[in-house]
């Protein structure tokens, strides 16, 4: 069994993460460089333009 940390799947809205992402900005950036990457790197994917065909 693998030691693995649970993980939490949440929806927000642009804005909603926006405001995180401020609050986030307020703290050191060693403390929160990883959390921002992760949340950047995901809404990246999700906020995608879809292509027309």
Avoid: F, R
């Amino acid at each position: 069994m693998k030691n693995e940390k649970p993980k939490i799947h949440l929806e927000l809205t642009v804005e909603e993460i926006n405001l995180v992402l401020t609050a986030l900005g307020q703290l050191p950036y060693v403390q929160v460089v990883g959390t921002v990457d992760k949340i950047c790197k995901q809404a990246e994917v999700q906020t995608q333009p879809i292509d027309a065909v």
